[in-house]
Every structure is written in C-alpha cells, then in structure tokens.
C-alpha cells in the first residue's frame, strides 16, 4: 500500500526512520563484535585453556562455564516457575493474595540483577555457606530469571482454551489429570518461549555471578558444582579493564563468542519450539 | 406392572450466580432411555441446568446451590460424592466440537486412560466409533489429528469420546448450533441409535429440532420450568400460555 497525501507520508516516513533508528545500533554492535573480533576466532580460542595472563591461548573454560551456568540455572528455574505459574493460573482463586503475588513477581523481575548478586552472596555463598560456587551462581540467575518464566508460563496457560479444560474435565478427568494431559501440552510452546528470553539473559549477565559464582581467573573446568568457574561475561569485563597490553581482537573475539553462544542457544530453543508447536497442532 | 424407575430426581433445585438466581426452585423426574429436550430463550437457565447434572458448575467461583439433585439414587450434591466418578457416569458435548489436539485414537481412549485403562483400547476405538456413526469415515486415519476433520465429524467424535468413558447419561448443549443441517441430521439420527442404551439430555434453541428427536421437553423461562412433559402434548396443545407464545415464535 502505498501512502498517499503529505500528512501520510509524513506518518509513513517518521515510522519508517524510527525502525531505521531502532535496528542501526544493532546492526552496529554485530558489526563491530564481528569485523573486529572474528580474527580472534580459532579452534585454540574456543578450546584451549588462557596463556600469558589471559593475554593468549582460549577461553574454553569460560565458555564451559557460561553453558554449565545457563544449564544449572534453567535446570532450576524452569521447573519451580512453571509448577509456581501452573498454580497461579489452575488452582489459586483470583482473590486479593493473588494479585498481591502478580505484584510482587512483577517487581521481583524490575529489580537490578546487581541487587540478586548481593542477595546470592548473602544467602547462597554466605548464609547457606555454599560458598562462591557454581552451584551459588545457578541459584542467584534462577532467582533473577524466575519472574520471565513464571510470567510467560501463565500466559501460556491462560492460553489455553476453557473447552480443553471442560472436555477433560468432564470425561472424569481429574483436575491434575486434565492439566497434566491437556493443558501442559497445549501451553508448552509460550512455556518454552519464557525459557528462551531467561536463558539469553542468564547467559549475559555479569552482577548476578560477579560475587557467587565467577572466578578471575582460573585455567581449568570446575570439578563439582561447588567450585568456582570463570563465565564469558566476567571474562569479557576482566579482560577489558583488567590485563594491560591485551590485543583488541581478544576483547572483541570473546564479545563474538558470548554474542554467538546466546544467540545459538536462543535459536536452539526456537527451533525446539516450532518443533513441537508444528507436532501438535498437525 | 413393573415401575419405571427414575434415573434422574431434581426436586426443589436453587442455583445463584452470585446473587443472580438462575434457576428457581426446579423439580422434574426423567425415565431412563428416553431423550428429554430443554428449550427457552437465551438466558433461560436450560444449559446452567444441564451442567448442574454433572457439576460443572462446580468450575465456576461464587456459585450456590440448593435442593436436591439425585442421580441413580445418589444425591450428586453430598459431600460423599466423587464428582470424577459422577462425570464419568453423566457424559457431556459441548456446544462448540472441542476434540483435544491429538489423534482420533488419543481422543477417544482419553477417558479410558485416565481410569488406568491400557488394554483393548483398540476395540473399543471401534466399537465407539461404529456406535458414533463415525467408523467408516475415520476408520483410515485413526492417528490423523482430531482437528482434520469437519465440524460435524468433530461433533460425532466428541460423542465417541463421551461414549468411551462409558456413561448412563449423556448431556448435550447445543450439540448443532455450530452445524450446518446436514450434520445436524446426522447427529439426530445419532441421538435416536444411541436412545436404546443412553439416557440423553438436550439443551436446543431449534424447537424443530426438539419435536423431532425427543420424546419429553421442559420449557424454561427466566430460571423457571414453566412446563415440563410429553413432547407431542408441549408442541401441539401446551398447558401454558407462555410455552405457547414462546414455540409459536412470538418471543425469543
């Protein structure tokens, strides 16, 4: 269609540059991480542990790290929103405790992530004295990412429609039978949905690890979930404003590798997710 | 002479959304293996009558209800009753076909398996379907999706469904009005098939409808049963002026 008279190309062409104005900076970021970082890019730099302070060699374990994180955290996280979500929307009465728990889900999730990390300090590495440990960090991203999740999956469950819920119902299902069967499967696509916006912010956030789970430097993979790990955005963070006389392709080749690993992850889960949405609705 | 027993017993039955009274103080018997058509405008209480057989009315919050509801000699509303028990002996359809999102097959043992049935399933698939005149059309594609069909077909599936968790009674709320009259005559030949072994309950907007598949018919108005009887009596010369008024069409 196309626009006719000046008011409407006026409308048009401000619409226009404000979806310029949006993409431009993200187009440049790809920009500048790739044409500035993928020289950096080598079997060694993705496999290999760090050299000369960080200076030369890879950044395996921070990757490995970044992944272990990302995986404890969903492993945590996924389950606890989504029974907390299933019982919000299936089971809760939509009273005055109800909303009270949307509000403070809601501004669980408007707190800054630095405040989570002082909290993981607090009550994970301290209190509970698991100290500053994989298992710390998995427990303070799954605090943080908690609220996208549970979120999400209520919406995905209000979704579902009421005559799925009376069809099972009334064919003698239980209610647990009929959430279990044929709500959980319906809503499953939007769960997965939250699950992908969490990860992708587990994966980039630097406060939440900063004092729970991330070492400054440590060339090695951890061996249990209460050691210490390095994480791609700590990594990035140390080696831009720690370590003197480090060559800008290092910088930016570790910004690629975490811009890619995200990004890898978050298409992973979409294709899982068209996966499962084109098998069930036939 | 022998009896015929009641299968359904309604006496005194109050229900309040709230405090909307939709239903005031309603009282009927109903034979077994008779079909039973409930008409009345919009609004009328018919379908909130038919879900407070099987207690679906139990999903929606600030609801009341008094009276007594007896159901093959069980009072439905005691607190004894286990209302999953109640569901799988008084199967519903729904106005609107809703076959869940999986296979004919899945459909249609859905009921069975959620009593822990995993056996003969495949028989009885057959069995449901010839009996919801749906075997020949659906014979092919068990493990086609449930929503590959038409929404007549749909409608007849859902009936299978209901079928297989093996009911006495089957609950029918507008089963037609999302149907085009063919279907809609398929599925009245269906209720007449299905008449020998079920006791069936319609809720319809379509009086023609209502002479022609039942053999007994209570008119709503506004909560009320004004009238409630031989269906041939209810549409040739009914006791009440409104019932009248109401099958002749000068309201609703």
Known sequence: MRPRGAGEWLAYGLLYLSIILVTLPVAAVLFIVISRGYSAISWEFLTAMPRMGMRAGGIFPAIMGTLLLVLGTVAIALPLGVMAAIYLSEYASRGRLNRLIHLAIVNLAGVPSVVYGLFGLGAFVLFLKLGVSLLAGCLTLALMILPVIITASEEALQAVPQSFREASLALGATRWKTIWNVVLPSALPGILTGAILGVGRAAGETAPILFTAAAFFLPRLPKSIFDQVMALPYHLYIIATQVPNISQSVQYGTALVLVGLVLLVNASAIVLRSYIRRRRSW | ?252
């Open chain 2, 1 to 252: 002479m022998e009896t015929t027993a009641c299968i359904i017993d309604v006496a005194g039955l109050n229900f309040y959304y709230g405090k909307f009274q939709a239903l005031k103080d309603i009282s009927l018997q109903l034979e077994p293996r008779k079909i039973t058509a409930f008409i009345g405008p919009s609004g009328c209480g018919k379908s909130t009558f038919l879900r407070t057989l099987n207690r679906m009315n139990d999903l929606i919050a600030g609801v009341r209800i008094d009276g007594k509801v007896m159901i093959d000699g069980r009072d439905i509303y005691a607190p004894d009753m286990d209302v999953v028990e109640l569901r799988r002996r008084v199967g519903m359809v729904f106005q609107r076909p809703n076959p869940f999102p999986m296979s004919i097959f899945d459909n249609i043992t859905y009921a069975p398996r959620m009593k822990g049935q995993h056996k003969g399933l495949d028989d009885l698939v057959e069995r449901t379907l010839i009996k919801a005149a749906l075997w020949d059309e659906a014979k092919d594609k068990l493990k086609a999706s449930a929503l590959s069909l038409s929404g007549g077909q749909q409608q007849r599936l859902c009936i299978a469904r209901a079928l297989a968790a093996d009911p006495g009674i089957l609950l029918m709320d507008e089963p037609c009005s999302a149907l085009d009259p063919v279907s809609t005559l398929r599925i009245e030949d269906l209720m007449q098939s299905l008449k020998n072994e079920y006791t069936i309950l319609i809720v319809t907007h379509n009086m023609q409808q209502a002479a022609r598949v039942s053999d007994y018919t209570g008119f709503f108005l506004s909560g009320e049963l004004i009238e409630f009887g031989d269906s041939n009596k209810i549409f040739t010369k009914p006791d009440d002026k409104r019932t009248e008024d109401y099958i002749t069409g000068r309201f609703g």
